[in-house]
């Protein structure tokens, strides 16, 4: 499968850059066509690497991933002709970026939950909050994490490995989540963005090559998508959801993570104090407290037990 075999910072680094190509029109850019007919809509090869102020042949090269020491500058000057983001660029420089010594990047380290993050995740009860590894399966979460999320998994679910819920695969693959956001584009392709950065850093992950061919197999959204090689890093965005329990409301959730970007991230949802949403919230915390109380579960005081990650999501998950 082709996913399979470009899963290398090389084989990325050129997907990225033809595909980028495409998407700029001469006009875009300021170039004269003098009403000629074009096979491909985007920019020829030779214009781009004039934009960029480099040779032809060698923008070719190293489009083609045959070579691999372009300078900081070179790079910086091909995303500038490329209009690139500060994502993008960043992105574009971790695909260029050789290995020290020549080596391949070793496989990323088993993703685990540490104590830290488990009191983390115990102190935000009452706010909906969820912790994610860099594939975006789900390691812990919170009641509300839970409820407002995936109330329709299995609560346990995060504790097993074999049936870690994955937030790519239900969003694209799972009508629940689908229907839970009301701009089920925009959440889509946060989440394909997201995977595009995650690929940059971890070119050597079987794992996450197999998340994206099945997800480029099952779903024709997720194929075209993916195809556009678009970045982007989401810290920061807000969310209409239509909750089956608690009706239509805004968040914003943030995702917190280490300066490295090496261990999981904390995904917190919030609303604006006073408003509708965060209400909806409220309630959606008072009715998982009521319904865990109902039949008996832990209560929320309970850090451990209630709030974070039970003891089987202690151990490193299996890479």
């Keep these: 499968m082709r996913i399979l075999d470009t899963m290398n910072k090389h084989g990325l680094l050129a997907d990225f850059l033809q595909a980028r190509r495409g998407l700029l029109r001469p006009e875009d850019v300021g170039l004269p066509t003098y009403g000629e007919r074009r096979r491909v809509p985007g920019l020829r090869r030779e214009e781009l690497a004039m934009l960029a102020g480099i040779s032809a042949p060698y923008y070719a090269r190293l489009e083609q991933g045959q070579s691999r020491n372009a300078s900081p500058e070179v790079l910086d000057a091909i995303a500038t002709a490329l209009r690139l983001d500060e994502s993008e660029r960043a992105h574009l420089h ?36 969820i912790v994610m590894g860099r594939r975006s399966d789900v390691l812990a979460w919170n009641r509300q994490g839970h409820a407002l999320f995936a109330g329709h998994l299995d609560p346990d679910s995060p504790d097993d490995p074999g049936r870690r819920p994955n937030m790519a695969r239900l969003v694209f693959l799972d009508a629940h989540t689908r229907d839970l956001y009301a701009d089920w584009p925009a959440k889509a392709g946060a989440v394909v963005g997201n995977l595009r950065l995650t690929a940059g850093r971890y070119p050597d992950d079987p794992r996450l090559a197999a998340l994206i061919g099945e997800l480029t197999m099952r779903s024709p959204e997720f194929a075209t998508m993916w195809a556009d090689h678009r970045i982007q890093a989401c810290d920061t965005a807000d969310y209409e959801m239509r909750h089956p329990l608690v009706g239509t409301l805004t968040v914003t959730q943030q995702t917190l993570q280490s300066p490295q970007g090496d261990s999981p991230a904390l995904v917190v949802a919030t609303a604006a104090p006073g408003s509708p949403s965060a209400t909806a919230l409220a309630l959606l915390a008072h009715t998982t407290t009521a319904t865990a109380t109902a039949v008996g579960a832990p209560s929320a005081t309970a850090p451990q037990e209630a709030a974070g990650p039970r003891r089987g999501a202690e151990r490193p998950a299996t890479d």
């Design 94 to 129: 971790a695909l260029a970026r050789t290995p020290r010594g020549g080596r391949t990047a070793g496989r990323p380290r088993a993703e685990r939950i540490n104590p830290a993050t488990s009191v983390l995740l115990s102190a935000l009860d009452g706010t909906p909050a």
